[in-house]
């Protein structure tokens, strides 16, 4: 067997994803013909990228105390990760979700899934963010951003930002894990509570596109990060942040 990665070994699981996009649209069309996340794309502004996100436990991810791409055959995560595939504009502020509440219906449970999350994209350059906590039977972290570094159109890196607990400290339904605000998991609708815990990703961009443009909606986000980013996501807000107000 080649030890180098093969062909996406998935068989793609259907989950429910909805993508939302907000900010200044970025004009022109979209220029990259790359729709596998297993492959390597160059990317200009304004242009799609997929990228995909598996869910597993923390240990699916590491072979031989190394963490491989899940692209990597070796990880044979087919038999034992859920898969979300997403396409957003490149340096457009976007917010993504996996609805589990919808997927629920398609066996898609996050917590026995493993309930970590990596996000890759990419083949020679296989691009992979560290595992972050997403859920387990006590706690449900559900808002993370993302951030995409390019340099000359090309994926580098990809890493999680942590949202900080400021907003939840103290609060009785509320954790923090890895500095961020997870809701006791029994407050989610699929155990019977009231908030949909579907997780939600804001995505930023940095570095330089093909053209060597620099991609500047990381900056923008950081920026916006003192604020609030709910009202750039005025859609998303009734379905997945205002219900949060219950708690505050
Ligand atoms: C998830 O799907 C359910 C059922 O289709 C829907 O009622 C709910 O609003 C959706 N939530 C989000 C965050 O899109
Ligand atoms: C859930 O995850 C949290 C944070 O990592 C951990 O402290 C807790 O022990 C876990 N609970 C279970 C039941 O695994």
């Known amino acids: ?15 429910v994803v909805a993508a939302l996009l907000a900010s200044e649209a970025a004009a022109g069309d979209d220029t990259n013909g790359v729709y596998e996340p297993c492959a390597d794309a160059m990317v200009q502004r304004g242009d799609g990228f997929t990228f995909g996100v598996a869910f597993a ?24 990760a859920q898969l979300a595939l997403f396409r957003p504009k490149v340096d457009e502020i976007s917010l993504l979700t996996v609805n589990t509440s919808a997927a629920a219906v398609a066996r898609f449970d996050l917590a026995s899934s493993g309930g970590y999350m990596v996000a890759f994209a990419g083949r020679k350059y296989a691009a992979r963010s560290s595992p972050v906590f997403v859920s387990n039977s006590s706690y449900s972290v559900t808002s993370f951003t993302l951030v995409f570094e390019f340099k000359k159109g090309t994926l580098q890196n990809l890493y999680w930002k942590a949202n900080g607990c400021s907003t939840c400290l103290g609060n009785p339904s509320f954790a923090c894990v890895d500095q961020s605000c997870a809701i006791k998991t029994s407050e989610c609708t699929s155990k019977g509570g009231k908030v949909d815990c579907s997780p939600g990703i804001q995505l ?3 570095g330089t596109d093909k053209h060597e443009a620099v991609l500047n909606s990381w900056y923008e986000v950081s920026r916006l990060q003192q604020y609030s980013l709910v009202g750039l ?7 997945l942040t205002s219900q949060f107000s219950m708690f505050f």
């Open 1 to 15: 067997m080649a030890a180098s990665p093969s062909r996406c070994a998935w068989a793609v699981v259907v989950v």
């Open 233 to 239: 996501f005025s859609n998303l807000k009734d379905s």
């Open 57 to 80: 436990g923390r240990d699916a991810f590491f072979s031989g105390g190394v963490q491989l791409s899940p692209c990597d055959s070796r990880l044979s995560l087919a038999s034992r």
């Open 204 to 206: 930023a961009f940095s």
